[in-house]
């Protein structure tokens, strides 16, 4: 049984516009000791989702279910919420600078957050509890560390410092928001070693927001790959880097970086994502797809089984038979490709 269990998850907010629709139909499973990646463009959704989760968009117009180890946290009051979030779902933010009290030392702050939760744990015993965490993630002179403010640290550290406090109650489940953003590549190894250490340890289900592939490659075991508040993609990681089947995974996959060929241009994805007050009719990457043909700027593609793997599912109108997809995809690209 998976240890959270997102269903047809909908989020809007109001805007003097129209209505955003931020999310649109997530729906997904992660198990414990395991590591689901979300991934996709800025703006396709990832944190909405797992914010909405953790009932941190208030306003926003919501519907669908996730049921965590039992408890359906849509729709849940402020008390269920304030006993699930810190203690048993642990957050890492994108930011930690923003997301650390400048006006308090890191030691306190965990502290703070130990005892809110446990009201039996002694200051002493917290305080203890928080340098062995921050020792844990690696921070050098640990228990000295804990009487330093937020300023006094890299962004690296910083980056640890949250992770120790995602992790204070050991929770089943952490949700980490860009954890290497703005980490030289040094650092970042080190985090996600961090992570990876924690994960082994106690078990946790993790789930990973980010657009690095190469995080992605290193962490997840199933990925889902968003776009335009939907999934376009859902399969496990091996399958999405080397038998992927939506063009906008191929086109994320495109855009990176070629390995042991300094100088060669990148292969950006053409266009813009489409606004998320008027999205565009049929399927929503169509009009930045080489492949598009007119059904797709007609019809809506549902997320169904390709490959003949229930593992993998893709919304696209190209079809599951690799012979004829082929072929789908070359008489497409001829008729872009000719003037």
Same mark, same amino acid.
């Given at each position: 049984?998976? /240890?959270?269990?997102?269903?047809?998850?909908?989020? %809007?907010? $109001?805007?003097? $516009?129209?209505?955003?629709?931020?999310?649109?139909?997530?729906? =997904?499973?992660?198990?414990?000791?395991?590591?689901?990646?979300?991934?996709?463009?800025?703006?396709?959704?990832?944190?909405?989702?797992?914010?909405?989760?953790?009932?941190?968009?208030? *306003?926003?117009?919501?519907?669908?279910?996730?049921? =965590?180890?039992?408890?359906?946290?849509?729709?849940?009051?402020?008390?269920?919420? @304030?006993?699930?979030?810190?203690?048993?779902?642990?957050?890492?933010?994108? $930011?930690?600078?923003?997301?650390?009290?400048?006006?308090?030392?890191? %030691?306190?702050?965990?502290?703070?957050?130990?005892?809110?939760?446990?009201?039996?744990?002694?200051? !002493?015993?917290?305080?203890? +509890?928080?340098?062995? /965490?921050?020792? /844990?993630?690696?921070?050098?002179?640990?228990?000295?560390?804990?009487?330093?403010?937020?300023?006094?640290?890299?962004?690296?550290? @910083?980056?640890?410092?949250?992770?120790?406090?995602?992790?204070?109650?050991?929770?089943?489940?952490?949700?980490? $928001?860009?954890?290497?953003?703005?980490?030289?590549?040094? #650092?970042?190894?080190?985090?996600? %070693?961090?992570?990876?250490?924690?994960?082994?340890?106690?078990?946790?289900?993790?789930?990973?927001?980010?657009?690095?592939?190469?995080?992605?490659?290193?962490?997840?075991?199933?990925?889902?790959?968003?776009?335009?508040?939907?999934?376009?993609?859902?399969?496990?990681?091996?399958?999405?880097?080397?038998?992927?089947?939506?063009?906008?995974?191929? *086109?994320?996959?495109? !855009?990176?970086?070629?390995?042991?060929?300094?100088?060669?241009?990148?292969?950006?994805?053409?266009?813009?994502?489409?606004?998320?007050? +008027?999205?565009?009719?049929?399927?929503? =990457?169509?009009?930045?797809? @080489?492949?598009?043909?007119?059904? &797709? /700027?007609?019809?809506?593609?549902?997320?169904?089984?390709?490959?003949?793997?229930? !593992?993998?599912?893709?919304? &696209?109108?190209? !079809?599951?038979?690799?012979? #004829?997809?082929?072929?789908? @995809?070359?008489?497409?690209?001829?008729?872009?490709?000719?003037?």
């Amino acid at each position: 049984m998976a /240890l959270i269990e997102v269903r047809d998850l909908q989020v %809007g907010f $109001d805007t003097p $516009d129209g209505v955003v629709r931020a999310v649109r139909g997530l729906s =997904f499973d992660v198990a414990r000791g395991t590591t689901l990646a979300i991934v996709g463009e800025s703006g396709s959704g990832k944190s909405v989702a797992t914010q909405t989760i953790t009932g941190l968009t208030r *306003g926003a117009r919501i519907s669908g279910s996730a049921m =965590f180890d039992g408890t359906e946290l849509i729709g849940a009051d402020g008390d269920t919420l @304030r006993r699930i979030r810190g203690a048993q779902i642990g957050m890492i933010f994108q $930011d930690p600078l923003s997301s650390l009290h400048p006006y308090y030392t890191v %030691g306190w702050q965990i502290v703070e957050m130990i005892q809110a939760h446990d009201h039996s744990t002694s200051r !002493s015993a917290a305080r203890k +509890r928080a340098a062995h /965490l921050l020792s /844990l993630v690696g921070l050098p002179r640990a228990e000295s560390r804990l009487d330093d403010y937020p300023h006094q640290f890299s962004g690296g550290m @910083r980056q640890r410092v949250m992770i120790a406090m995602a992790m204070a109650l050991n929770p089943a489940l952490l949700i980490a $928001d860009e954890p290497t953003t703005a980490l030289d590549v040094t #650092v970042q190894a080190q985090v996600l %070693g961090v992570l990876r250490t924690l994960q082994e340890e106690f078990g946790t289900a993790i789930v990973l927001i980010t657009h690095d592939l190469g995080v992605v490659a290193e962490m997840s075991d199933e990925v889902v790959v968003m776009y335009a508040g939907t999934v376009m993609e859902r399969a496990p990681r091996r399958t999405v880097f080397y038998r992927h089947h939506h063009p906008y995974t191929e *086109g994320l996959l495109a !855009s990176l970086p070629a390995r042991g060929k300094p100088g060669e241009r990148l292969t950006p994805i053409a266009g813009s994502p489409p606004s998320l007050i +008027r999205l565009p009719q049929g399927c929503p =990457f169509a009009a930045r797809c @080489r492949y598009a043909f007119d059904k &797709c /700027l007609m019809e809506t593609p549902p997320l169904a089984m390709v490959f003949q793997d229930e !593992s993998h599912q893709s919304a &696209c109108w190209l !079809s599951a038979e690799e012979p #004829v997809r082929e072929s789908q @995809r070359a008489t497409a690209y001829e008729q872009v490709a000719t003037p």
